[in-house]
Antibody, heavy 115, light 109 residues
């Protein structure tokens, strides 16, 4: 069964760091574009980062550029999001999703940035 | 920018519903594909994909859902709303990175 499962969320102070993981099962993550999308409490969806499987190109939304880094480990069949210099406004549920069309989503992991 | 209208919709079960999505840029790529997608997010769940490339249903999506449009103007239609269709609908463009619409909340009368 094709699945994605995020982990690594938690409570962190402003300025702190977290590393999110997204474990894929039922397919080979290395064969797909992968993205991270987040949703602040009571708000809509915001795409934040994307990783190309073709040439390892990465892209970021302006809101996280320079602070977040997307990476993948094909041997582990996993996608990661290193989040540094966290801000209160980064509080959200973070989802990973597959393909350009975001055809498979994980259940999400919650990040709370608060002092 | 992706602009959805209306932002909320109250529909009697069995009646049709329609959501509009307008893009600030043309979503037709030189590869011939139109990079417009629709998702439904039910309460407490991740978004679930409905429509890709403006008009094609993802696998397993009921036939009552249909997508239409081209260029910058797109529409999601539900032919007969059912109780399980309640939630927030999002359009998304993927021609220039990704941008989601604000979301349209659908509930039942």
């Amino acid at each position: 069964q094709v699945q994605l499962m995020e982990s690594g969320g938690g409570l962190v102070k402003p300025g702190g760091s977290l590393r999110l993981s997204c474990a894929a099962s039922g397919f080979t993550l290395g064969d797909y574009y992968m993205s991270w999308i987040r949703q602040a409490p009571g708000k809509g969806l915001e795409w934040i980062s994307y990783s190309s499987y073709i040439d390892n190109t990465t892209y970021y939304a302006d809101s996280v550029k320079g602070r977040f880094t997307i990476s993948r480990d094909d041997a582990e069949n996993s996608l990661y999001l290193q989040m540094n210099s966290l801000r209160v406004e980064d509080t959200a549920v973070y989802y990973c999703a597959r393909r350009v069309g975001l055809d498979v989503w994980g259940q999400g992991t919650t990040v709370i940035v608060s002092s | 920018v992706m602009t959805q209208t209306p932002l909320s919709l109250s529909v009697t079960p069995g009646q049709p519903a329609s959501i509009s999505c307008k893009s600030s840029q043309i979503l037709l790529h030189s590869d011939g594909k139109t990079y417009l997608y629709w998702y439904l997010q039910k309460a407490g769940q991740p978004p679930q994909p409905l429509i890709y490339e403006a008009t094609t249903r993802f696998s397993g999506v009921p036939e009552r859902f249909s997508g239409s449009g081209s260029g910058t103007d797109f529409t999601l239609r539900i032919s007969r709303v059912e109780a399980e269709d309640v939630g927030v609908y999002y359009c998304m463009q993927a021609i220039n990175l990704y941008t989601f619409g604000q979301g349209t909340r659908l509930d039942l009368k």
